[in-house]
């Protein structure tokens, strides 16, 4: 699909955006126009579902947001609202625990989130 210009937020709009998300009209954002693509945004930017800055995704990221992104070689527009809630989730429980964020901790977090303990489901014995 051609990605066709993206539109210039109003005063109003960027109001809005700095209020919501955090944005800066000095940062240039760009709503889409319609028809045009996240995965292929104008060149210099990126595409950014507002879902996932609904979710807590702030911009700078986080050094823990940019070690999970390079580490699973993932790029921000890829991220899904789930993803940043278990990345959001992970966060809050190291930090009322009093953890350190841990990548390999994290991931081990995420799977058993996406799947469960299904050993415990697949076994023949009964668990109280």
């Known amino acids: 699909m051609a990605n066709l210009p993206g539109i210039i937020p109003s005063a109003a709009e960027y109001r809005q ?3 919501t ?10 709503f889409p126009s319609p028809g045009s693509s996240i995965s292929s945004p104008p ?4 595409g950014v579902s507002l879902k996932t800055l609904d ?8 050094d823990f947001q940019e070690e999970v992104l390079q580490k699973d070689g993932c790029s921000l527009q890829m991220l899904t609202p ?19 964020l841990d990548y390999f901790v994290f991931k081990f977090f995420f799977r058993f989130c996406i799947t469960g303990d299904k050993s415990r489901r697949s076994s ?3 668990y109280p």
């Open 43 to 46: 060149p210099g930017k990126i």
């Open 21 to 30: 998300y955090g944005l800066s009209s000095l940062e240039g954002v760009e």
């Open 55 to 62: 979710v807590d995704i702030r911009f700078p990221l986080t």
């Open 124 to 126: 023949r014995w009964a």
């Open 17 to 19: 955006l700095e209020t």
């Open 82 to 100: 789930n993803v940043v809630n278990k990345v959001v989730a992970f966060k809050m429980i190291c930090r009322v625990s009093g953890y350190l």
